[in-house]
């Protein structure tokens, strides 16, 4: 298809450019007119880090064809300070904390400045109702409306400019006070630059091929078509690596692209770097793969099963690691106990959802450096494997990590990298990788999800004498994270309470489901839910208030934890007692729920949860009614 001509005012000025009728508006902004201060968070109108002003009205630029660019004018997040000072919206976002990763602030920016546009005097209600199509996955929002009512307040007269300054420690002391952070001017203003942001002179353009199988034999890969085709510079599969193909956190299992076999929908079996995107993603369908199925595991307790397809060669049992823990005789714990408790947990696997995707550079400098730039939250570790698997000396490998649009752990993992080092080295010229929000959810590794068997003995008026804990963590195809997620969850298991027998076992086990790594509170999360759980059931059962009962078996300084440590200090009663008052808890077992409860609906409680709607009746034509 021809060319297009768009002809439009931008932030002020007019500008002429040809674009490409596919593109969209986002990418004509940040990719011909070079403003990267609007993020491309999901493509699909959903995240808002897209967000400017087409003719004076807020819209998402990536649902946004560039056609209707044509004669508009337009305004994105550079265009709200021109003068080179911070707009007083920008200045709020500032003075409030509101950034922590940065990556949704310009698309925040540009909906909370459309929302006093509109209305002045917007209220609280009404801001959080108009950022309600822009999604922030670090702050929790509070810091957020905060800002707006303050740059509503500033812009009303209702509050001086100057409460948009700076506030000085107070005798030069930093620790305890107030202090902005450092970054924050170049997130608000969209001048930072993240992985995705970052563009290099004579730069190639990366997409992959991945496994449309979980299990798969590679029985032959040919990319001679590819290789052929103008346009592309360099491609490479695990034939290219000229080191030792391997890297994980504990055990190095997983390669740079799949090496014999698939193990999991969406691993990497190849890439491609050419002069532009279409270019690279046309080559992909060149690339010939022909694939021998074999028989897949999705369940890790089917997977450690006698008989079961082994997934890696080392690991015959399919068990990456297993952690056990043992204090005192839980047997005998559970014969003193008048009450035992038998319960089994499940918990799902969560996607990290940071709003950066990931993204990375790759490049190698005039010294012959290999150069890999990418929002890594491990790039000591990685330089080190890389530097293994190019099979070259330390010295010679660079990492750069660049600003972090949210991690939350799901960028600790290599997974691309070695990709981008070895498209560099072979092209000769640097190259550039961004995921997709699809490609960022199907193949990069999530929260591990978890079954545990618990037992639980306790004496009639609440005290735990015996503990029996067993974990499966669903490790998935490799093992990033797990042994640190499993070896976590055993120490933590118990919970923070004193328990005199303690028998403790996890296991982190191999399937073929997407690979699971770290994420926030890993693997304590999954089984403190399942502890917390317990207690709740015991403390219905045998009567007693939820709070008692953990503050009987709360763990106090100079107790000894279930690994043998020493407490020094503990604090788990003083938080006990702050959340009862602060939460205005009625006493008592829990035995009430909803509207029953005297706690909730008051000072600084929600209202307690209500039905809505339900069908009722027997018959298929139920009717739909309202329920209080």
């Given at each position: 298809?021809?060319?297009?001509?768009?002809?439009a005012?931008?932030?002020?000025?007019?500008?002429?450019?040809?674009?490409?009728?596919?593109?969209?508006?986002?990418?004509?902004?940040?990719?011909?007119?070079?403003?990267?201060?609007?993020?491309?968070?999901?493509?699909?109108?959903?995240?808002?880090?897209?967000?400017?002003?087409?003719?004076g009205?807020l819209?998402?630029?990536?649902?946004?064809?560039?056609?209707?660019?044509?004669?508009?004018?337009?305004?994105?997040?550079?265009?709200?300070?021109?003068?080179?000072?911070?707009?007083?919206?920008?200045?709020?976002?500032?003075?409030?904390?509101?950034?922590?990763?940065?990556?949704?602030?310009?698309g925040m920016?540009?909906?909370?400045?459309?929302?006093i546009?509109?209305?002045?005097?917007?209220?609280?209600?009404?801001?959080?109702?108009?950022?309600?199509?822009?999604?922030?996955?670090?702050?929790?929002y509070?810091?957020?409306?905060?800002?707006?009512?303050l740059?509503?307040?500033?812009?009303?007269?209702?509050?001086?400019?100057?409460?948009?300054?700076?506030?000085?420690?107070?005798?030069?002391?930093?620790?305890?006070?107030?202090?902005?952070?450092?970054?924050?001017?170049s997130k608000?203003?969209?001048?930072?630059?993240?992985?995705?942001?970052?563009?290099?002179?004579?730069?190639?353009?990366?997409?992959?091929l991945?496994?449309?199988?979980?299990?798969?034999?590679?029985?032959?890969?040919?990319v001679?078509?590819a290789?052929?085709?103008?346009?592309?510079e360099?491609v490479?599969?695990c034939?290219?690596?000229?080191?030792?193909?391997?890297f994980?956190?504990?055990?190095?299992?997983?390669?740079?692209?799949?090496?014999?076999?698939t193990?999991y929908?969406?691993?990497?079996?190849?890439?491609v770097a050419?002069?532009?995107?279409?270019?690279?993603?046309?080559?992909?369908?060149?690339?010939?793969?022909?694939?021998?199925?074999?028989?897949?595991?999705?369940?890790?307790?089917?997977?450690?099963?006698?008989?079961?397809?082994?997934?890696?060669?080392?690991?015959?049992?399919?068990?990456?690691k297993?952690?056990p823990?043992?204090?005192?005789?839980?047997?005998?714990?559970?014969?003193?106990?008048?009450?035992?408790?038998e319960?089994?947990?499940?918990?799902q696997?969560?996607?990290?959802?940071y709003?950066?995707?990931?993204?990375?550079?790759?490049?190698?400098?005039?010294?012959?450096?290999v150069?890999?730039?990418?929002?890594s939250?491990?790039?000591?570790?990685?330089?080190h494997?890389?530097a293994?698997?190019?099979?070259?000396?330390?010295?010679?490998v660079?990492f750069?990590?660049?600003?972090?649009?949210?991690?939350?752990?799901?960028?600790?993992d290599?997974?691309?990298?070695?990709?981008?080092?070895?498209l560099?080295?072979?092209?000769?010229?640097?190259?550039?990788?961004?995921?997709?929000?699809?490609?960022?959810?199907?193949?990069?590794?999530?929260?591990?999800?978890?079954r545990?068997?618990?037992?639980?003995g306790?004496?009639?008026?609440?005290?735990?004498?015996?503990?029996?804990?067993?974990?499966?963590?669903?490790?998935g195809?490799y093992?990033?994270?797990?042994?640190?997620?499993?070896?976590?969850?055993?120490?933590?298991?118990?919970?923070?309470?004193?328990?005199?027998n303690?028998?403790?076992?996890?296991?982190?086990?191999?399937?073929?489901?997407?690979p699971s790594?770290?994420?926030?509170?890993?693997g304590?999360?999954?089984?403190?839910?399942?502890?917390?759980?317990?207690?709740?059931?015991?403390?219905?059962?045998?009567?007693?208030?939820?709070?008692?009962?953990?503050?009987?078996?709360?763990?106090?300084?100079?107790?000894?934890?279930?690994?043998?440590?020493?407490?020094k200090?503990?604090s788990?009663?003083?938080?006990?007692?702050g959340?009862?008052?602060?939460?205005g808890?009625?006493?008592?077992?829990?035995t009430?729920?909803?509207?029953?409860?005297?706690?909730?609906d008051?000072?600084?409680?929600?209202?307690?949860?209500?039905?809505?709607?339900?069908?009722?009746?027997?018959s298929?034509?139920?009717?739909?009614?309202?329920?209080?």
């Amino acid at each position: 298809m021809p060319e297009l001509v768009i002809a439009a005012t931008v932030n002020g000025r007019k500008i002429k450019r040809l674009a490409q009728p596919h593109q969209r508006l986002l990418d004509f902004v940040r990719e011909e007119l070079e403003l990267t201060g609007t993020k491309d968070g999901c493509g699909a109108g959903e995240c808002g880090a897209c967000s400017m002003f087409v003719d004076g009205r807020l819209v998402k630029s990536c649902l946004v064809p560039v056609g209707k660019a044509d004669g508009a004018t337009i305004e994105t997040i550079e265009g709200l300070g021109r003068t080179g000072a911070l707009s007083i919206m920008q200045k709020a976002f500032h003075k409030a904390g509101s950034s922590q990763c940065g990556y949704c602030i310009p698309g925040m920016v540009m909906a909370a400045t459309s929302a006093i546009r509109e209305n002045p005097f917007v209220g609280d209600e009404e801001v959080k109702e108009r950022l309600g199509g822009n999604i922030c996955r670090c702050t929790g929002y509070q810091k957020i409306f905060d800002a707006v009512g303050l740059a509503r307040d500033v812009m009303n007269g209702r509050l001086p400019e100057s409460a948009l300054d700076e506030e000085a420690a107070e005798d030069g002391r930093y620790i305890g006070a107030n202090v902005r952070r450092l970054d924050a001017p170049s997130k608000v203003s969209g001048a930072l630059k993240y992985a995705g942001d970052m563009v290099l002179p004579r730069m190639l353009q990366v997409q992959v091929l991945r496994s449309p199988h979980a299990h798969a034999r590679i029985v032959s890969i040919d990319v001679s078509e590819a290789e052929a085709m103008e346009g592309v510079e360099a491609v490479v599969t695990c034939a290219d690596v000229p080191g030792k193909d391997g890297f994980g956190v504990f055990v190095h299992d997983q390669p740079i692209m799949a090496r014999g076999k698939t193990r999991y929908v969406g691993e990497a079996v190849a890439a491609v770097a050419a002069e532009d995107l279409l270019t690279a993603k046309r080559a992909l369908a060149k690339i010939k793969v022909e694939y021998e199925q074999l028989p897949g595991l999705f369940d890790p307790d089917e997977a450690m099963q006698q008989g079961a397809p082994v997934i890696h060669d080392y690991a015959p049992d399919n068990l990456v690691k297993h952690i056990p823990i043992r204090k005192g005789d839980v047997e005998a714990g559970f014969a003193m106990a008048d009450l035992v408790i038998e319960e089994r947990f499940e918990t799902q696997q969560v996607e990290h959802a940071y709003l950066e995707p990931e993204a990375g550079l790759a490049y190698v400098d005039p010294d012959g450096v290999v150069t890999v730039v990418s929002p890594s939250q491990n790039i000591t570790h990685h330089r080190h494997m890389l530097a293994e698997i190019l099979a070259m000396p330390i010295n010679k490998v660079r990492f750069i990590m660049s600003p972090v649009g949210g991690g939350f752990g799901g960028k600790e993992d290599m997974i691309y990298q070695g990709m981008l080092a070895l498209l560099a080295i072979k092209s000769g010229r640097p190259v550039k990788l961004v995921f997709t929000r699809e490609e960022s959810i199907a193949t990069t590794a999530k929260r591990h999800p978890s079954r545990t068997s618990y037992r639980m003995g306790l004496t009639k008026d609440g005290r735990i004498v015996a503990s029996e804990i067993r974990v499966v963590y669903d490790g998935g195809a490799y093992g990033m994270s797990t042994e640190g997620v499993i070896r976590k969850g055993a120490i933590l298991a118990g919970g923070p309470y004193a328990v005199p027998n303690v028998k403790i076992d996890t296991y982190g086990v191999y399937t073929n489901n997407t690979p699971s790594g770290a994420f926030r509170s890993f693997g304590s999360l999954q089984t403190q839910f399942a502890t917390e759980s317990m207690l709740d059931i015991a403390a219905e059962r045998l009567g007693l208030d939820p709070f008692e009962i953990r503050r009987l078996n709360a763990m106090r300084a100079g107790d000894r934890t279930h690994t043998k440590q020493e407490l020094k200090s503990a604090s788990l009663l003083a938080c006990l007692d702050g959340a009862e008052k602060a939460s205005g808890w009625q006493p008592g077992a829990p035995t009430s729920r909803g509207t029953t409860r005297g706690d909730l609906d008051g000072d600084g409680c929600r209202a307690p949860c209500r039905l809505g709607a339900r069908f009722t009746g027997a018959s298929p034509a139920a009717k739909l009614s309202e329920v209080a």
